[in-house]
């Protein structure tokens, strides 16, 4: 690993009432890396990212967090300085853009920094500065992608957790997504965890890979040896 | 028997009559809209409201407005606890734990006021009581106007701080998608905390306003109950905006229903309306309107 862990994950289970989710899964995000979880559906990469977000509390194993031990209410999380951008956006239909990126820095440290990272935001995302006044809900798919993720930085996080970002984009805006996303990493120094059904893209901007299976984690590895695997690309590449 | 005056007036007063209902009815949208759960103890805490109207009337001579300003510190106090000692404990179990909780909450309000005040008629008369104002040939009772201006006021004042600060933001955001909420770092359940303050203090409130149109006993919560929520789902439920418009429909309903049918029979209007709207369009008038825009 080229980094001090900012994340750790041990040996982490985790249910939904009676049913399991996740039975044991560890890993490592380093400062600065993009990480990719990769596994098919029902392998447990949401269950693990709401574990973090502190939506889902685990029964057994630890998450570490700037080595400490993370077991906060999920608001406090948030202010720790972890987000997670929920599959589907989750905006908030009938309030406005700016009142959805404004939420985003509802905690007392982001609250402080507000109208930087909003300038922040619209500089990712040019297009969102002409929708500011419009309702979340009236917005094509793209652009409310695209308010999902700004309101997540809105918190100014450490760790930005993507789940799906790209789910029903088109090709173009698809591309535009990787691209800020690579581009919060590198410039907005954010380290990033990403799940994504685009293996291959989500591949070609990682630092490394986890393979999870049944609420495990059966492989890791650094993207590049990932996306030669011969396993992996039958698995999820279609090839 | 119609004259243009006549509906005029009947228009008028239905519209003022208005401006209390929607305050009335505000807090149970509040409640409903944060943590979906049908506040039937409203009943109870508006009939309280009443009550201590009468009591500051009586020791200190207190206009029942001046009571109703009295009432939004202690009853938001009241609705926290109810929240924090009774509701948050049942809130994730089925909707029907809550409902039987807060009815039952009702119940021991209604009793206990019961006891203390019996179970006469009370009423407050003020120095302008029974005065009105003659404005362009209609006759407006003083009371009605005052109650108007002043749920007006209350409503612009909610408007504001739900629309403008990063609290009532917060509010709208976890009515809107509690899980998002939570995933920005909005404290969900201090909101729902807060949520059932406002929603009681906006009960106490009413019920001050209330002392100044009608007499009112320990029983008397139950029929505005039943009115207040015709019109959170003739508004649509979690749209604060159709409380205002729910609140307009029921009481343009009954005042015009009063010109056919006698106006002993206004509840059943009410009631009629509830059924109607719970049938025809479960999503208010909102969806109405979105629908045959669409």
Known sequence: MPAAPLLEIENIAAAYGQVRALWDVSFAV???????????????????????????????GEVRFAGESLRLRPSRIVDAGIVQIPEGRALWPRMTVRENLQLGAYTRRARAHQAESLAWVVSLFPRLAERLTQLAGTLSGGEQQMVAIGRGLMSRPRLLML???????????VREVFRVIRQINADGGVTVLLVEQNVRQALEIAHRGYVLETGRTIRSGPATDLLQDPEIKRAFLGM | MFTTQNLVSVAIAALLTAGLYAVMSYGLAIIYGVMKVINVSNAGFLMLGAFMTLMYFQWWHLDPVAGAVLNLLPFFGAGWLVYKLLVRRVVSARPIATLLLLFALWLVIQNVALAIWGSDDQSIITAYTYKSLIVGGFRLPLTRLIVFAVALLALSLLHFVLGHTYVGKALRATVQDPQAALLVGIDTERISALAFGLGTALSGFAGSLLTLLFSFTPDFGGPFQLKSFTIIVLGGL???????????????????????????????????????ALIVMPGGVAQLWARTRS
């Open chain 1, 30 to 60: 380093g400062e600065g890396e993009i990480i990719t979880l990769l596994g098919a559906n029902g392998a447990g990469k949401t269950s693990t990212m709401r574990v973090i977000s502190g939506l889902l509390r685990p029964i057994g």
């Open chain 2, 238 to 276: 979690e749209n604060f905006a159709g409380v205002t418009v729910g609140a307009a429909v029921l009481a343009l309903t009954e005042s015009f229903a009063v010109l056919f049918m006698r106006a002993s029979l206004q509840n059943v209007i009410a009631y009629g309306l509830l059924v109607v």
């Open chain 1, 163 to 173: 789940d799906e970002p790209s789910l029903g984009l088109a090709p173009k805006l």
